[in-house]
């Protein structure tokens, strides 16, 4: 068994059944620490698809609902509702939101229901600048304030990874960094994790490829000379 940190993000492709995704879920399980599913996900194959994902996820660590929630609370808390019992045990929300009225009450609705907050501070995508960003100081802030299991910085730059990691380790935070633009994105597998991130969310890379097991299998091992 190869000690990874992939969380495996199960996003439909073109015209995929679920069956399918399903058994390349399968096929890379053995290599991979977590799933996450997203809203692309839900409207493809509805609840009945989540269970039927995470009845063969189900003894992964990271089981994660992927909304990147950016609204106000009620309203937050009626999008995850349904989802509750279906197994997920992290969720994703947008740092940009603020406390009041949001995240803090997100939050202490996910920690009666046992489950784990995970913050986007900085996203992927070139347009990432634009506006996130520029509001990094201020979202790092949030982050402190809401103290989240985890946060979404990404693998495409590489020294954002490493500006925040330092800046809340010296605040004496510790958070898990979860950082998605391994593979289809650029970024190359482990390049996360090397400046400072706890997992490498990656998807297309593994899930579509021709040999998903074996593209999994060599990310695991480049993981497991990263870890201890
Ligand atoms: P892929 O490895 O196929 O590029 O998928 C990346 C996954 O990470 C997608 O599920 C996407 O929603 C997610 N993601 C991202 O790419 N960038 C972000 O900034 C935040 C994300 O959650």
Redesign the pocket.
């Known amino acids: 068994m190869v000690m990874s940190r992939i969380i495996l993000?199960i996003?439909p492709y073109k015209d995929v059944e679920i069956k399918e995704l399903i058994a390349r879920l399968t096929r890379v399980k053995s290599y991979i620490v977590g799933i996450?599913l997203?809203l692309p996900f839900i409207v493809r194959y509805g609840i009945m698809g989540v269970r039927s994902i995470i009845e063969e996820a189900c003894d992964l660590e990271h089981i994660i609902l992927?909304f990147?929630l950016a609204d106000i609370a009620p309203i937050m808390i009626s999008a995850i509702e349904p989802f509750i019992d279906v197994g997920i045990n992290e969720a994703?929300a947008h740092a940009f939101i603020g406390l009041k009225g949001g995240l803090q009450e997100l939050k202490e609705y996910l920690n009666k229901n046992n489950i784990r907050l995970i913050l986007?501070i900085?996203?992927?995508?070139p347009g990432?600048i634009d506006v996130i960003d520029h509001s990094l100081n201020e979202l790092i802030r949030v982050a402190e304030r809401v103290k989240p299991y985890g946060i979404?910085v990404?693998a495409t730059r590489p020294r954002i990874i490493r500006m925040v990691r330092e800046k809340l380790l010296s605040r004496g935070i510790f958070v898990k960094i979860y950082s998605?633009?391994?593979?289809?994105?650029g970024a190359e597998p482990g390049s996360a994790l090397r400046a400072g991130a706890d997992y490498e969310?990656?998807?297309?890379?593994i899930?579509f490829s021709h040999k998903p097991e074996e593209i999994a299998m060599r990310i695991a091992e480049i993981h497991e000379k990263l870890v201890d």
């Open positions: 993000a996003d996450k997203g992927d990147k994703i986007v900085s996203m992927s995508h990432s979404v990404p998605p633009g391994i593979g289809a994105q969310i990656i998807g297309r890379a899930l």
